[in-house]
């Protein structure tokens, strides 16, 4: 089914809420171009790798968010976000926004040491990419004072940066390369990859790019919002450019419908390629950006597709995928976090990590930078840490350490057919107080059994049975350095989240 969303919709998804209209704004914010500032002669960096002052990590930060105060921006006003891995650094690109001010066009380039740190180190770009605009004006609209949804990809030395660049025409879009021979840049347009236009023809809005290149050297991107789903295309690994002149690509991924309503907006791919597995991992966005934002996952044995569910479902059918493993949540004592999607996915000393934005439940208009430890299940399933990485160092959990008391989240989805105007509530997942007991029973506000083979504990609640894995991490809510965690999903591909609490 070819579903098209209003252009409230589209509109309001990036031009409204990533340019940041929070308490201090009253409405719609319009970035304007900056000239550029090339980076300075011998790089200089104010991070090291020392102790984390996790006293500067407030859920919110007004004071923060102008555009004045970008050397203190660190984890914030980000959105969208995607990394890049290098030897001294890891990087990250994300869409230009700020919480409740007006902010430069660019794509905005943070950098840390240990990935709790973030320092801000400036704009990829000048401005609005010229021939993006260019196209847009082409057609007939005025492409939007932002630029969206990175993508940066290292190749044989050069540094490619996609780019995303709309409109309020419907659909009206680009998807441009940039490249740099370092990750800050400067980077310098090159060509557009593939566009989109407000007409009768079949195919997704050209934003939200993300790209795997394989053992063999093939490169895919892969791009959509809304529309009609999620698009692979073939690159040129010479150029970065669209291997056919003109070519959109094909449809891999799609959501489910209720009647003829669309189930909600499915954007936001990440690709990557598993070689322990040999699996190629489609990361999508589910739902409305301030809210219901959630992360699904899909898998295959090719680039091309198809990738399957779970359950074994092919993504392009018309359904919503399990497993959901990142979505709304809510522990015990705080206003939880919304908004938790567009997932940035990395491998780095062996160990991978998910980023994505997080929205206060205080004030759903902030933006703050999430990064999560992701675990794989025996089966070969990504599982995401139910806190965020705090630089802690891993060690096998001992049985006689689980017994006590647990806040646990069994994840829950409600089906909100449309977009912002329907999607208004996150739906949060609320944790419950449950105690796991020496004698390997559960009791609280659910109650079971449970077994524990390190590094994996089963929990059996009701008709389901869970299998989650045991990590080492802080507990973020309770400011606690250290707790246990658990994390995994049931034969449903269900998820379920836990940390154990001192009292």
């Not at 919002?225 to 150029?239: F, M």
Request: proline share 7%; aromatic share 12%.
């Amino acid at each position: 089914m070819f579903y098209k969303p209003s252009i409230y919709c589209l509109v309001l998804a990036y031009c409204l809420l990533a340019p940041g209209c929070g308490e201090e704004a009253t409405g719609p914010v319009t970035a304007t171009p900056t000239p550029s500032v090339p980076p300075p002669t011998g790089d200089t960096t104010s991070l090291d790798d020392g102790a984390v002052d996790f006293g500067l990590f407030s859920d919110t930060y007004s004071q923060l968010a102008s555009a004045d105060q970008t050397d203190n921006w660190m984890h914030y006003n980000v959105h969208d976000p995607v990394y890049l891995v290098e030897e001294d650094f890891t990087w990250c690109y994300n869409t230009d926004v700020a919480y409740g001010h007006a902010i430069r066009p660019g794509i905005q380039i943070r950098r840390s040491i240990n990935l709790v740190e973030w320092e801000f180190v400036g704009w990829a770009l000048p401005g609005i990419p010229v021939q993006g605009a260019n196209f847009i004006r082409r057609s007939g609209g005025e492409p939007f004072g932002n630029i969206w949804a990175p993508y940066v990809i290292e190749v044989g030395g050069e540094y490619r940066l996609y780019y995303s660049l709309s409109s309020p025409t419907p659909r009206l879009s680009a998807i441009g390369l940039a490249t740099a021979d370092k990750p800050r840049g400067p980077f310098r347009e090159r060509e557009l990859v593939v566009t989109s236009r407000d007409d009768a023809s079949r195919q997704t809005n050209a934003i939200d790019p993300t790209v795997i290149v394989t053992p063999t050297g093939e490169h895919w991107m892969y791009y959509g919002s809304a529309w009609d789903g999620i698009y692979k295309l073939e690159l040129d690994p010479d150029t970065g450019l669209a291997m056919r002149n003109g070519d959109k690509g094909v449809r891999v991924a799609q959501r489910g419908f209720t009647g003829n309503t669309i189930n909600g907006n499915l954007e936001g791919p990440e690709i990557i390629y598993h070689p322990g597995f040999d699996q190629y991992y489609l990361f999508l966005a589910y739902d409305w950006l301030e809210t219901k934002y959630n992360v699904r996952v899909g898998r295959s044995d090719s680039p091309t597709g198809p990738f399957y569910d779970y359950l074994g479902n092919d993504l392009n059918d018309e359904r919503d995928d399990l497993p959901m493993i990142l979505a709304p949540y809510r522990f015990l004592g705080h206003s939880g976090w919304q908004g938790v999607s567009h997932p940035g996915v990395f491998e780095k000393n062996d160990n991978f990590y998910l980023g994505h934005q997080g929205r206060p439940g205080v004030d759903p208009l902030y933006m703050v930078m999430h990064l999560r430890q992701l675990f794989w299940t025996e089966g070969g399933w990504p599982i995401v840490s139910s806190q965020r990485y705090a630089t802690e160092e891993e060690s096998a959990v001992g049985e006689a350490e689980i017994s006590g008391g647990w806040e646990l989240i069994l994840f829950d989805y409600t089906v909100v057919p449309g977009y912002a105007d329907e999607q208004r509530s996150p739906g949060f997942s609320d944790a419950q107080r449950v105690d796991l007991s020496d004698d390997g029973s559960v009791s609280g506000a659910t109650t079971g059994t449970w077994s524990y083979d390190s590094p994996w504990l089963t929990l059996a609640l009701g008709g389901s049975t869970y299998t989650l894995r045991t990590e080492r991490g802080r507990d973020w809510e309770n400011e606690v350095a250290e707790t246990i965690l658990l994390t995994g999903l049931d034969a449903g591909g269900n998820a379920a989240w836990a940390k154990k609490v001192s009292n």
